[in-house]
């Protein structure tokens, strides 16, 4: 017999498998599906998992069990524990028989296949194939680790909603995996049974416009005074607009305090605001109460409204958090830059009401692919003549704001240094000097 082990740890991640279990994407052939629940918030603890959110029975007649990771690894963070190599035979050991899998063919679907706990799963079922689904936009964005290619070979697709249509994903396509859709009518009827299932909500205007609000400094990326002047432009913007009737559904960890920031703006600005604390999807909330408008920073949901329900939506402040990720790396430059490439800049009211997006799809897959070489050169060297055809063809502002010039120096790419000094990147010997003048500064704090 065949077990499939579905690993999510958001209501979001768990609906986008429902709908690929709806849609046939992996076939008839299990004769038992376990739903493996990961809760990753900080304080596991104080947060619920995505078993105790509204509307999660709607999902859990697609599995024969429901298993808590959480409880799998306690009292360790399942963010934080891995198993030791020589340990994942013993594990595996250890997990079939608690179980219940007996000598079953194990079929593994992960999200987020290169960080804890996906890749932890996949190294105790260390023969079991492996499909990697989307929980959101980074799938468009290179693989974030040089995987070890006894997890890469094994992934044999990537599942994926049809976010922005045109658009594939550059995740694992290092290893050949191929990309899947995820169809995206089966994914609306899991909505629709989701917001049928979700209880009662707190009355809430309809066709208001819905603030997404998010919670960067909890990452680092922004100070809290930045991130409440976030919220605060979302509610400015959106009176600029004329919306008179405002929803804010802020992160689930943000501080009470930004409640009562935004809530005094708007009523400074004449609108009145409601704040939605109930953990609830944003896209329940587009079938429940049907937003007029839909504005954010680089929320996965603001392409989920635009693209699978066709609500108008703006973006604030993507060109700051451009700027503010560290290192350049990070897993979030690809969405950010999605975001701010295809969506309008909610200052620009002109853009909002035409819906103008700053370049097309294939402009925007070309930079994707650029900018996911610069991110990754050593998981994506083929990408190198791609990144510098396109640099050499766009040197303006508009898209070397998505580069840093230090990082395109030290790739040698266009933008770098000046034409007439690309030798100098190129130059193996200086890039020897360099590497010491700098292990020799580390070891000599006091140097300059």
Known sequence: MTTQIFLASTLYGAATLAAALD???????????????????A?????????????FAALRGRFDEVRSWNEAVAPFHPSGWSPREEDTVLWERHFRLAWGLGDDDVELAVESIQAQPALGV??????APLTVYADGLMSYGPTRIKLDPLVGTRVTRVLHLDLVPGLRPLLL??????AELVPTDAFGKVLDELAGRAGELPALPQGPALLLGQYLSALDILTPEEEED???RLVRGAVALGHRSLVFK???TAPAAWHRAVTDEAERLGAELTVLEAPVLAEVLFRRI??????????TALLTASALHGIPVARTRTGLLLERLRPYENSNRIPVTVVDALLPDLDDAEAVREQRASMTVGELGELVRAVG????????????????????????????????????????????????????????????????????????????
């Open 173 to 178: 396509t290092e290893f050949g995996v191929p």
């Open 43 to 55: 304080v596991p603890e104080t947060t619920p998992a995505l078993d105790e959110a509204p509307g």
């Open 230 to 232: 976030l919220h605060l």
């Open 250 to 252: 802020p992160h689930p």
């Open 122 to 127: 996949a190294q105790i079922f260390h023969g």
């Open 373 to 448: 070489f610069a991110m990754q050169p050593r998981i994506h060297p083929a990408l190198r003549p791609e990144a510098e055809r396109f640099l050499r063809g766009h040197q303006d502002a508009r898209w070397l704001r998505y580069f840093k010039r230090r990082r395109l120096t030290g790739l040698a790419l266009p933008g770098g240094v000046p034409d007439r000094l690309t030798f100098l990147a190129r130059s193996r010997t200086l890039r020897r000097a360099v590497r010491r003048a700098r292990s020799l500064r580390a070891r000599r704090p006091g140097v300059r």
């Open 23 to 41: 849609a046939g994407c992996f076939g008839p052939g299990a004769g038992r599906r376990i739903l493996l629940v990961s809760n990753n918030a």
């Open 290 to 299: 049907r937003p007029a408008l839909v504005a954010g920073c680089f929320s």
